[in-house]
């Protein structure tokens, strides 16, 4: 019903940045928030960044100041802008999307395939 397509990973040098884009489609009736959550190897998936349709915004500590998550309600994508990258900011990256689909009566919370960001020298 709504399927969240990723992009933007990839191998970066500490230091760098990359910009992460996710762009949610299919029977959508409303997006309430979208979001970026990372899951490292041998660890729990963990929230990065939140954003709703309404503009507030919430990040994890360790990525505060460093990393901007913003939203196109009109293109119903979201982005991710990480600087100052770091080793420790190694992980697969995934989108969320809390959405409500056309025809269901109740928000859902969907999840893209994730994108890998590897900061390494």
């Known amino acids: 019903q709504v399927q969240l397509v990723e992009s933007g990973g990839g191998l970066v040098q500490p230091g760098g940045s990359l910009r992460l884009s996710c762009a949610a489609s299919g029977s959508i009736f409303r997006i309430n928030g979208m979001g970026w959550y990372r899951q490292a190897p041998g660890k729990q998936r963990k929230l990065v960044a939140f954003i709703t349709s309404g503009g507030s915004t919430n990040y994890a500590d360790s990525v505060k100041g460093r990393f901007t998550i913003s939203l196109d309600n009109a293109k119903n994508t979201v982005y991710l802008e990480m600087n100052s990258l770091e080793p420790e900011d190694t992980a697969v990256y995934y989108c969320?999307?809390?959405?409500?689909?056309?025809?269901?009566?109740?928000?859902?919370?969907?999840w893209g395939q994730g994108t890998q960001v590897t900061v390494s020298s």
């Open positions: 969320k999307a809390t959405a409500q689909a056309m025809g269901v009566r109740y928000d859902y919370a969907y």
